[in-house]
């Protein structure tokens, strides 16, 4: 397994798999988006927004911020890789184990990059021990809250600390929150105004299961930085489709909040059921269990059909480590039947 593979990658194998190995809503697209995309396919002939005016009013009015306090991108990827390219040859600091573009990208600006190792003792939480990893140098902070592949939040009295760290270090905190949606933590978006060295990171990907369709945001109360970073993108880099499909998302009022609780009970349901099947669960928050068992089992689940993400190309992490998505109370019937199989025969 490469170091910068991810879950997700259906197309390497020639038969169908039940796909485990992303972070996808389990319930899809929210009502209303499908129809929005069918309704506006005449006006995909015309070139997009270049700066998204509509979509950015839509999002900051969704949080209560303000249009110019948003950046929209080709998904939090596209905007991870321009804030690497605003701080480029800089060193950064990133938790591990944790998402790994965070690193690529410092690395493909030419930057450094050092790693905070999280404890499995302390089912790999982020704690105080950051405060001293983050020294003079450091000019990038990199955390995502709830992490991946953990699960596991970052308290908001912590976020706040690390945060008032940075600025009186000189460094800068991008806080990834793509999945905090899915859980019951707070954001950060509410203390924007008080730290001006603080970037969160936002998409529609997760929550509104568009993967395919792309569609990210930056937020930060510090428009010079914004503008800066928005300088490294390409003129139209979100789609006229991506667009409608995410001013729809957002007129789906309830949406997050059904998510949540299916994901609360979905959730609590496997975590009971695998350790049942004698797999080591690590009590994470979003819709993604990290688990750790005996032996490796991806290629052992792959010959079953079922593709879950091999962790072993995480920091701190090995084969032996398996993160899974939460899916349907159907599909989380078969991977534990496929489980049951492979664990004991």
Not at 45 to 74: E, F, M, S, T, W
Not at 167 to 177: R, T
Request: glycine fraction near 8%; aromatic fraction near 10%; charge should be neutral.
């Amino acid at each position: 397994m490469q170091r910068y593979d991810h879950g997700g990658d259906i197309y390497a194998h020639s038969q169908p798999v039940l796909d485990f190995s992303s972070n996808i809503n389990p319930l899809g697209y929210p009502p209303g988006l499908k129809d929005a995309l069918v309704q506006n396919l005449e006006n995909f002939q015309r070139y997009p927004d270049a700066h998204c005016r509509k979509l950015k009013q839509a999002i900051a009015a969704h949080h209560g911020i303000a249009a110019n306090q948003v950046l929209c991108g080709n998904g939090a990827s596209d905007l991870i890789y321009r804030i690497c390219a605003h701080f480029r040859s800089s060193k950064a600091l990133v938790v591990a184990p944790t998402f790994s573009e965070y690193e690529r990208g410092v690395y493909a600006y030419g930057g450094h990059v050092t790693e905070h190792l999280l404890k499995e003792n302390n089912h790999f939480d982020v704690d105080d021990t950051i405060l001293n990893a983050i020294t003079p140098d450091i000019r990038v902070v990199f955390l995502c809250s709830p992490n991946n592949p953990t699960g596991r939040l970052v308290s908001v009295d912590l976020l706040q600390k690390i945060a008032g760290h940075c600025q009186e270090s000189g460094a800068y905190l991008v806080l990834d929150e793509c999945f905090l949606d899915f859980t019951f933590g707070k954001s950060m978006i509410s203390s924007m105004n008080k730290y001006p060295n603080l970037l969160i990171l936002r998409a529609f990907t997760k929550m509104y299961a568009m993967a395919g369709l792309r569609l990210g945001y930056l937020l930060s109360a510090n428009q010079d930085l914004l503008d800066s970073i928005a300088d490294f993108g390409a003129t139209w880099s979100v789609s006229g489709p991506a667009k409608v499909a995410g001013l729809a998302s957002l007129k789906a009022y309830d949406w997050t909040k059904t998510t949540r609780n299916y994901i609360e009970k979905e959730r609590a349901f496997m975590h009971n059921e695998l350790q049942a099947l004698g797999l080591k669960v690590f009590p994470g928050e979003a819709n993604y269990l990290l688990l750790k068992s005996e032996q490796p089992l991806f290629r052992l689940l792959l010959e079953k059909g079922i593709l879950v993400r091999d962790c072993g190309n995480y920091t701190g992490l090995s084969s032996r480590f398996i993160r899974i998505g939460i899916q349907t109370r159907e599909n989380n019937l078969k991977l534990l039947a496929a489980l049951k199989e492979v664990l004991y025969g």
